[in-house]
């Protein structure tokens, strides 16, 4: 069975990419997180 590699890319403040990485850690899906810096 192929694992699907999913990536959130994200701000350390956004609140939509905490809550969709809580329920896929809920759900034992691996994610990478990818936080983005605005400021560079």
Not at 3 to 21: D, E, G, K, W
């Amino acid at each position: 069975m192929l694992h699907a590699q999913l990536t959130l890319i994200s701000h350390p403040l956004c609140t939509f990419v905490q809550r969709a990485a809580i329920v896929l850690m809920e759900k034992n899906v691996r994610v990478e997180r990818v936080d983005v810096d605005h400021a560079a």
